[in-house]
């Protein structure tokens, strides 16, 4: 008879209510360990910016997917999900200009598109929409690249 083991008993997907509240949202996947970020030589434990219009069923899936690649380095053994939302605005796509602009600043801080992302938001900051304050895109990134995560 095979031997029943529990593999871990930290959860490996832990979904908030927030999750649900709005469906069409930034979310930025984050390592328990600092990412170098080569053209500059910073760290930061954002890996990846992306967005979804269907809420928690995308990034849950997403955070599987990428997943694989970002938990085969060394010393990251966890990934953590966070969302960030804003106000629509009629006939606009806010959520989508929202990921626009952080993958922007991302860029424009890091010298580099975080890790596992595949495109790199606008070339040019008069590209960016006038939506949002860019001291508090910047205020966010900062402070998710450098979040202490247990």
Avoid at 12 to 21: K, W
Avoid at 67 to 72: E, I, R
Avoid at 83 to 98: A, M, S
Avoid at 99 to 126: H, M, T, V, W
Wanted: net charge positive; proline share 3%; hydrophobic share 35%.
């Amino acid at each position: 008879m095979k031997k029943i083991r529990i593999a871990s008993w930290e959860p490996c997907l832990i979904i908030n209510r927030g999750a649900f509240n709005n469906s069409k949202l930034v979310y930025l996947l984050l390592a328990n360990k600092k990412v170098l970020y080569k053209p500059y030589g910073l760290q930061s434990r954002i890996v990846y910016i992306g967005t979804t219009k269907n809420g928690a069923d995308r990034f849950a899936v997403s955070a599987v997917e990428r997943g694989k690649t970002v938990l085969s380095k060394h010393g990251i053994n966890q990934l953590k999900v966070f969302t960030v939302t804003c106000e629509g605005v009629k006939g606009e796509k806010t959520w989508k200009k929202l990921e626009d602009a952080f993958l922007y600043n991302f860029r424009e801080y890091y010298g580099c598109k975080p890790l596992l992302n595949k495109q790199c938001g606008p070339r040019r900051k008069e590209d960016l929409p006038t939506y949002f304050s860019e001291a508090k895109i910047e205020r966010i990134i900062r402070d998710f690249s450098h979040l202490k995560i247990k």
